[in-house]
């Protein structure tokens, strides 16, 4: 293959794959100087002059003459005088040659493992620059085209035909692609699996929930208002806890907007799912408060070294506290970094009737027990003030436990 040729087909390569020249330049003359390092052993005294966009490159070998005695005659950059002279006959000792080398010199081989080399070189160079972009995008909202659903994954492709990875546990349970869908979600994290880039997508995160207000909200695209924290159980339940540093802005209603018009479209991105946003404030006790919205607290006590907290509510707000499938409670818990503990507040009068589960213990198993406390059950007639039907629904309890449960308790009233 001709210099040209190579320089040529390479340049429109490289010219397809947006390199720039410079690069372009920097790559050519790369694998040439690897070409002459192979052949000469060295190359510090030989010139590489390209010209990409005409195809010419020309290389040229410096030596300087010595006598054909010399001890300095088989020095790479050395050459004796009788050599010297049959490629010109004046030519005397202390000259300096200058002997152009043809790629043809290298032969066929070397001149087609070059070829390879530009092109593995340029699509590396490619690799390199996907997941620099990508790596610079983590945390972003961006847009693909669906082009391959599977069971364990969404394959996506950009704008640009890059290869996006949704893997299943980064989608929201309610998501359906199908090819042609378009899907947005955030750069969740970029590696490198086996020299190629593998761009990872999520649409579970918190970021993206929080990328979302920041796009159908200006005041928080503006930093107006600031998101404290963003919890969620995807297509679920979310909380995000908003501040504001004006006075003048309502961050609540500026980020749910006149008749919820802001926040519908980001609840209808992420499959309808239920969001919270809540004042944040640095008063603990009123920011669990808020947390546990829709609920209303009668009291609470927090043990800040243990991190926990216990919250006292009236009877038909213990089931608001915790929420559909627990997820009010535990995101309330997320949010304000405490574990929170639900406890029916019962009436001074009905104290003293009532009987705390732990003295069943001998009739009713320990596991029981802790499976009504953890949905707020601690006494008898807290248990009794719900339905068997309830019982089963909020618990992992059988109908028939449930049952035998309940005629246990009745029996201590009687």
């Known amino acids: ?162 290869e996006l990875n949704l893997p299943k546990s980064e989608q929201i349970p309610k998501d359906r692609y199908r090819k042609g869908d378009t899907v947005r979600a955030i750069v969740h994290r970029v590696e490198m699996v086996n020299g190629n880039p593998k761009i990872i997508l999520s649409r579970t995160s918190p970021v993206f929930l929080e990328r979302l207000f920041e796009n159908e909200v200006p005041e928080v695209f503006d930093g107006l208002i600031t998101i404290r924290n963003v919890v969620r159980e995807p297509g679920e339940r979310a909380k995000v806890a908003v501040e504001s540093y004006d006075d003048r802005i309502d961050p609540v209603g500026a980020c749910v907007g006149m008749k919820g018009s802001r926040i519908h479209s980001i609840v209808r991105e992420l499959q309808n799912e239920n969001i919270d946003v809540i004042n944040y404030t640095d008063n603990l006790e009123l920011y669990i408060a808020r947390a546990l919205s829709p609920a209303k607290i009668t009291s609470m006590k927090i043990d800040k070294g243990n991190g926990r907290v216990s919250v006292f509510l009236k009877p038909d707000q213990v089931s608001m506290a915790i929420g559909k499938g627990g997820h009010n409670i535990k995101l309330a818990s997320k949010l304000v970094g405490y574990e929170i503990d639900v406890f029916r507040d019962i009436e001074e009068l009905d104290v003293e009737e009532d009987v705390d589960l732990e003295e069943f213990a001998d009739e009713i198993e320990s596991w029981i027990i802790d499976e009504l406390k953890r949905i707020g059950l601690d006494s008898a007639k807290s248990v009794l003030a719900l339905t068997k039907d309830e019982l089963v629904r909020r618990t992992d309890l059988e109908e028939e436990t449930v049952e035998d449960l309940l005629k246990v308790l009745n029996q201590e009233f009687e």
């Not at 490289?14 to 690897?34: G, H, W, Y």
């Open 1 to 162: 293959m001709e210099s040209t040729n190579l320089i040529e087909s390479f340049a429109d390569f490289a010219r397809q794959k947006s390199v720039d020249r410079p690069t372009m330049i920097r790559i050519l003359e790369d694998v040439f100087r690897t070409m002459i390092r192979k052949k000469y052993k060295v190359d510090d005294n030989f010139d590489i002059i390209i010209n990409a966009d005409k195809g010419d490159l020309e290389i040229w070998r410096f030596r300087e003459i010595v006598d054909d005695n010399s001890e300095d005659i088989w020095d790479h950059d050395k050459i004796s005088l009788s050599e010297a002279r049959k490629i010109e006959p004046d030519f005397e000792i202390g000259e300096e040659v200058a002997e152009e080398i043809k790629l043809e010199d290298f032969g066929r081989r070397a001149v087609m493992t070059a070829r390879q080399t530009l092109i593995q070189k340029i699509k590396d160079l490619e690799k390199d620059n996907l997941f620099g972009k990508y790596k610079d995008l983590v945390g972003e909202i961006i847009t693909g085209e669906v082009y391959q659903a599977m069971s364990r994954e969404v394959l996506l492709i950009d704008a640009e035909g890059n």
